[in-house]
């Protein structure tokens, strides 16, 4: 009974998805993905900009975000990001330029706080920026 019991669940897991966990599909790294944030509030906003920067960073890279992500998090069978200071440099200023762009396509922002914005990516040094993002580890 114990047997049958076991097989009927595993054959009900493998039907519903269970062969694809842990696996994921990696985007073309410089397709814009369909909003997956919709509203009106901050906490959407914040997560579109953080989403479309990521997908800029990605893209710049050469990589799918997935595999950015992956990367970043050290996991195991995923190369590491050589992060030398140019690399960093081109994956900031474009994760920041996507995100104002995006915004700037959804009408997320006013049209002066992006030229000012990206007036400051133009003009601002890359330990500045970084400083003002949080990336730092101090």
């Known amino acids: 009974m114990t047997v049958l019991l076991s097989a009927g669940l595993l054959g009900a897991e493998a039907a519903a998805g269970a062969g694809g ?3 994921y599909a990696e985007t073309q790294p410089c397709d814009a993905p369909a909003d ?9 906003l914040v997560q579109r900009i953080a989403y479309s920067a990521l997908y800029g960073a990605a893209c710049e890279l050469d990589m799918s975000a997935e595999r950015l992500v992956l990367a ?9 990001v050589d ?4 690399t960093v440099e081109r994956a900031v200023r474009a994760a920041i330029d996507r995100a104002l762009g995006d915004a700037d396509r959804r009408g997320d922002l006013p049209s002066w706080t992006l030229m000012l ?3 400051a990516l133009r003009l601002m040094p890359l330990d ?3 400083d003002l993002l949080g990336l730092t580890g101090d």
């Open 128 to 130: 500045r920026i970084v």
């Open 36 to 44: 997956p944030y919709p509203g009106d509030d901050f906490d959407a």
């Open 72 to 80: 970043l998090a050290d996991q195991p069978g995923f190369a590491p």
């Open 117 to 119: 914005a990206r007036q």
């Open 83 to 86: 992060w030398d200071d140019a």
């Open 21 to 23: 966990y842990g696996r």
